[in-house]
């Protein structure tokens, strides 16, 4: 079983900053890409930002600038570093990790459950 945990979320003014955090535990062999993806009300969920395993990061143009992803691999856990907030980052912000629980099986994807951001003065 593979459990994806987030935290951080919470109210913020505009032009505030918070930390997301998802820590990735149970039977894991390795992690190949770590990631965030957001669901505003009435929107699809889009992609964040994601990194890696080789340090590799990518991030949706909306972010670029004010969001930086990073991963401690040896804690299994990502982060999401949230500056400049916009009302339009309001979300539900969901934990994404694309991995293997053993070698010889193929790569999987993992979700957490979701953390509210609201961004609102």
């Known amino acids: 079983q593979v459990q994806l945990v987030e935290s951080g979320g919470g109210l913020v003014q505009p032009g505030g900053s918070l930390r997301l955090s998802c820590a990735v535990s149970?039977?894991?062999?390795?992690?190949?890409?770590m990631g965030w993806y957001r669901q505003a009300p009435g929107k699809e969920r889009e992609l964040v930002a994601r990194?890696?395993?080789?340090?590799?990061?990518n991030y949706v143009d909306s972010v670029k600038g004010r969001f930086t992803i990073s991963r401690d691999n040896a804690k299994n856990t990502v982060y999401l570093q949230m500056n400049s907030l916009k009302s339009e980052d309001t979300a539900v912000y969901y934990c994404?990790?694309?991995?293997?629980?053993?070698?010889?099986?193929?790569?999987?994807?993992?979700w957490g459950q979701g953390t509210q951001v609201t961004v609102s003065s």
């Open positions: 994404n990790a694309v991995l293997r629980t053993r070698a010889t099986i193929p790569l999987n994807v993992y």
């Open positions: 990194i890696f395993s080789g340090g590799y990061t």
């Open positions: 149970g039977n894991i062999f390795n992690i190949n890409v």
